[in-house]
């Protein structure tokens, strides 16, 4: 009877710390989540809200130009990584009243993070219908 | 009774048949692959011609899709609806060839044709120059209208007829042409035997009568056996000379059946042939029992005698025939030479001779065989090489008098 007593006790203790685990990798999963989506509110939206051009319209002039997923991505990491009014798809208008971006700070990790979020974001095939 | 019957010996020999088998079905081969392959590109012709009509029509429903996709991408995100329109369904695909948006009926898109059929619809891909909501290629379905599929079917199929009709007549041009030389041959063969036939008749009857007249009582002993050779000789010669007769003019003659007593005949042909059996000291052992069948009595003689003198001329030295008459059938079985089984086929066939060491045209059997396929009689050989050959000919039922 007491080793049944023992048993159940050790179960429980272990049941509990495996939900306790479960519950800890969430938290885990939903801050970095948040930390990704912080890296992008951080390092884009304050620059690009006070801009004529939404990020928005950048997408779909991005869109319009690269068409695919890898190649819009791969686009946009080289020219942030190096701005050059050639390589620019802002029109031309835009580029002389507020020229070329200057180099970004990030990171290649953090470049892709940051443009998958975007690309996400405003990803036409989850809006069409 | 008398039965019009005029069928003659086969023209043709086997392996000419087999030359011809062979010919004709490549002829028929190679026709046939001319006539789909002819059909096909009829049919390819008759596709693009329907192509190439849908090609304006879809190309103008394609720039409409264009206007109507740069003015969504214009609004996007604001307006998300993708166009729809009655008379056709459209999808786009980006560069790297990934669904963006479809209404397609058919989702199995071809990005290396321009136009092309797929599940009774036809699709039509544009390539964008702007790439609006990312789209490099614009798709455009209509439902395929098969009314060209049925004529263009029915057009093959009449002029596909009316062809094989007119390549079969150039098949049996060629066939002909193809035979020619082979009948020629033969036609020349049966000529000269048909020429040379009626010259015999008269030579051989006057030896064989005065042979028969002559007094041996008075005759030494070697002028007897000189004698009995002129007589064999001019018999083989007699016995020739009814074959061809038969072959080249009596067996188009109408038949003149009556009922032949069998036994009767059997006794005379035996008799007929004693002289040349004897000549290779060949004895005849005979069971016969009454018989009586209704053919035309120079027929069944051709029958008897060509058996008769087979079994003589392909028998060993001091040999036996041993002929059996049943009310139903008759046998005559030889200890001569005998032939492979798979030759057996063969021996029926016109001209076809075993041994070249024996005379004749090897023409008794195809004879034999004649007259048999005439009545409908069932002739059975059993030959075994070295040890001799047994032919049976079994008499229709009917044929034999039951009175």
């Known amino acids: 009877m007491i080793h049944k007593v023992v048993l159940i006790t050790l179960l429980s203790l272990v049941v509990m710390a495996e939900s306790t685990t479960v519950e800890a990798k969430q938290a885990d999963s939903n801050q970095t989540e948040a930390k990704k989506q912080n890296l992008y509110e951080l390092r884009c939206i304050p620059c690009h809200e006070h801009r004529p051009y939404s990020l928005e319209r950048v997408y779909m002039l991005y869109l319009k130009t690269f068409s695919g997923e890898t190649i819009f991505k791969a686009s946009l990491k080289a020219f942030l990584k190096e701005p050059m009014e050639e390589t620019s798809v802002m029109p031309d208008e835009w580029i002389d009243n507020f020229s070329v971006k200057s180099k970004t700070i990030l990171t290649d990790d953090e470049l892709d993070e940051v443009i998958n979020i975007y690309w996400d974001l405003y990803d036409v095939r989850n809006k069409l219908h | ?403």
């Open chain 2, 1 to 403: 009774m008398s039965v019009s019957k005029s069928k003659g010996t086969n023209l043709l020999r086997r392996s000419e048949k087999r030359s011809l088998r062979r010919f004709l079905a490549l002829y028929i081969i190679l026709v046939t692959m001319l006539l789909l392959l002819l059909g096909t590109f009829y049919y390819q012709s008759q596709e693009k011609l329907m192509f190439s009509n849908q090609r304006i029509l879809l190309s103008n429903h394609a720039n409409e899709e264009v206007q109507k996709l740069r003015r969504l991408h214009r609004d996007f995100p604001k307006r998300t609806e993708y166009p729809k329109d009655t008379d056709f369904r459209s999808a786009i695909y980006d560069i790297e060839r990934v669904k963006i948006f479809s209404r397609l009926q058919n989702p199995n898109v071809n990005f290396d044709k321009e136009v092309y059929r797929v599940n009774n619809t036809i699709q039509f891909v544009k390539y964008l120059d702007d790439y609006y909501l990312g789209a490099k290629y614009l798709f455009i379905e209509i439902d395929e209208n098969d009314e060209w599929y049925r004529n263009t079917m029915i057009e093959i199929l009449t002029l596909g007829s009316i062809a094989s009709v007119i390549l079969a007549i150039f098949g049996l041009f060629f066939v002909n042409l193809f035979l020619r030389p082979m009948k020629n041959s033969i036609t020349l063969l049966d000529n000269f035997i048909k020429d040379t036939t009626h010259e015999l008749n008269t030579p051989i009857s006057a030896i064989l009568a005065n042979v028969e007249m002559m007094d041996t009582e008075i005759m030494v002993d070697k002028n007897k056996r000189k004698l009995a050779r002129i007589n064999i000789a001019a018999k083989t010669v007699s016995h020739l000379y009814h074959d061809l007769t038969y072959l080249t003019l009596d067996h188009n003659r109408e038949s003149k059946d009556q009922w032949i007593d069998l036994k009767q005949l059997m006794e005379d042909r035996v008799e007929y042939f004693a002289i040349l059996a004897g000549a290779k000291k060949v004895n005849f052992e005979l069971h016969l029992n009454y018989s009586t069948i209704f053919i035309d009595s120079i027929k069944i003689a051709r029958v008897v005698d060509n058996l008769i003198s087979n079994a003589i001329k392909y028998n060993k030295r001091s040999g036996l025939i041993t002929i059996t008459l049943e009310k139903d059938h008759f046998i005559i079985q030889d200890s001569g030479i005998g032939i492979e089984s798979e030759q057996v086929g063969e021996m029926f066939e016109r001209y076809t001779r075993f041994n070249s060491s024996e005379g004749g045209f090897g023409i008794g059997l195809n004879i034999v065989k004649s007259i048999i396929e005439e009545y409908e009689l069932k002739i059975d050989v059993q030959s075994v090489l070295g040890e001799g050959t047994t032919i049976r000919v079994d008499f229709l039922k009917g044929t034999v008098d039951d009175t």
